[in-house]
């Protein structure tokens, strides 16, 4: 049975649509479970989630913040990739409650709130660095994090830092020449 839902799973999928938001803001009280609070794109919130919980599922599911990708769910995609205090985390491989206290940026926190983008951003919209789109956010957060981790040198050492971040459509030399520009903008600001 291959992408059908049955009748059976409706009131479950309803269910999960009338579930109350856990994102709170910073300082409220929470529900059962695990408490976590963390700045998120620059703003502290607080959520209560199962201590399962993948910070991926919480970017997802109670963040509302979709553009964190799931891919394999396994940590070998690099789809779900965010800043972790300035540093890349693939967020499918992180609990939750790991992050307590940390400041966890998406694709969703890049941009100013007047709408500029992010070096990075744009440096993927000038070279033509996606196709499908689906593996963006992620190749867009680590080409950030290698750059400020000084691995941006030369075209090898980027192709080696970004290796952990597949793209199926094979967009890799404009990937590879994004974050080139992207490391000039970068380091001039």
């Known amino acids: 049975m291959t992408g059908t839902i049955t009748a059976s799973a409706i009131p479950f999928l309803a269910a999960a649509a009338d579930r109350p938001e856990t994102a709170r803001p910073s300082g409220s009280a929470g529900n059962a479970g695990t408490t976590v609070s963390m700045r998120l794109n620059g703003q502290p919130y607080q959520f209560s989630v199962d201590a399962r919980t993948s910070l991926l599922d919480l970017l997802r599911d109670h963040a509302g913040l979709t553009g964190t990708k799931k891919g394999c769910d396994h940590g ?19 609990f939750a409650a790991m992050n307590e206290g940390r400041e966890i940026t998406t694709i969703e926190g890049l ?9 990075m951003q744009q440096a993927f919209i000038d070279h033509d660095a996606f196709q499908c789109g689906y593996c963006t956010p992620g190749q867009i957060l680590s080409g950030i994090g290698c750059v400020k981790e000084g691995r941006a040198d ?31 903008e970068m380091e001039k600001a």
């Open 76 to 94: 070998q995609c690099g789809a779900c990739t965010v800043l972790t205090d300035g540093q890349r985390t693939l967020s499918c491989l992180s």
């Open 154 to 184: 030369n075209d090898a050492d980027i192709r080696e830092y970004m290796s952990g971040n597949l793209c199926r459509c094979a967009a890799y030399p404009n990937i590879v020449a994004a974050v080139k520009q992207a490391r000039h």
């Open 111 to 119: 941009a100013t709130a007047a709408g500029e983008l992010h070096p």
